[in-house]
């Protein structure tokens, strides 16, 4: 299994936060149209758990991507849940009071089998759409013209 660190920076505006009963920690954020390609590149964190750093000094803490969600403006939504205990609450309330765009920086760790996998499988393709070129069936083409009789 080969680990590739994924590091992805991106200006952000506060969209609310929330502290359930159970501890899970929901933090909303929006970007616009100009961070697009960046927001495209959150999907690679899925599943895995991925560290925030706010404007390249506070660390927030250790969140899941919840939820990514893009607008035909090309504006997005991104939320992250983690639990209390792994999220820096002064950092968080902090966020409130920061006008306009701050930036973050998204860390994970991720599993790239997956992508190893598919790289071997497009290969293989290749070489077997290279084979078909070569093959012809004769019977089918002495079919053609019988379809107007």
Same mark, same amino acid.
């Given at each position: ?5 994924? *590091?992805?920076? &991106?200006?952000? $505006?506060?969209?609310? +936060? $929330? #502290? ?9 954020? *929006?970007?616009?149209?100009? &961070?697009? #390609?960046? #927001?495209? *590149? ?10 925030? #750093? ?13 939820d990514v969600v893009i607008d035909g403006d090309g504006q997005s939504k991104l939320?992250? @849940?983690?639990? +209390? ?13 920061? %006008?306009?765009?701050?930036?973050i920086l998204m860390q994970s760790k991720v599993d790239l089998e997956d992508a ?6 497009? +290969? &293989?393709? @290749?070489?077997? &759409? ?6 012809? %069936?004769?019977? /089918?083409? /002495?079919?053609?013209?019988d379809e107007d009789e």
């Open positions: 299994m080969a680990m590739k660190d994924i *590091k992805i920076k &991106e200006f952000v $505006a506060y969209n609310g +936060s $929330a #502290t359930k009963a159970n501890g899970v920690v929901t933090l909303n954020l *929006k970007a616009m149209y100009s &961070e697009l #390609t960046n #927001t495209i *590149k959150v999907l690679q964190l899925l599943n895995n758990d991925v560290k925030i #750093t706010v404007n390249d000094e506070k660390v927030l803490g250790v969140f899941r991507v919840k939320k992250f @849940e983690s639990m +209390s205990e792994a999220v820096e609450m002064s950092v968080m309330n902090s966020l409130v009071n920061i %006008d306009g765009e701050f930036s190893e996998v598919e790289d071997e499988e497009e +290969s &293989e393709a @290749e070489e077997t &759409e290279d084979d078909d070129e070569d093959w012809d %069936d004769v019977e /089918d083409d /002495d079919d053609w013209g």
